[in-house]
């Protein structure tokens, strides 16, 4: 997975389409990621004692990752990541777009 924690990414698809967060957490397995302040929805939690209301609850619930496209900290546009390999051996993230280093 080429997302990783405290990006900037875009949302390209769904309901919050357009709209740009900061990746709080990471899924590797599922493939999802969740970011801050986007694709909240809410659950409605019934009281636990007698008398006691319920409440609603707001969270931020997982996006795939096929749905956001990573912001270059350089150019400040969505792009497409690619892989170089430097000289000692560390693989690092490219820029599609400018071709710098966001690592």
Known sequence: MKIKINDKVKII?????????KVIQVFRKEGKVVVE???????????????????????????????????????????RIGRKILENKKRSR???KCGEIID
């Not at 609603?56 to 912001?71: D, R, T």
């Open 37 to 79: 302040g986007l694709n909240l929805l809410v659950k409605h939690m019934r009281g636990r004692r007698q008398g006691e209301g319920g409440e609603k609850i707001q969270f931020n619930a997982p996006l795939a990752v096929e749905n956001v496209m990573l912001i270059c900290s350089k150019c400040n546009q969505p792009t």
């Open 13 to 21: 698809k769904g309901k919050d389409r357009g709209k740009t967060g």
């Open 94 to 96: 490219l820029c599609k």
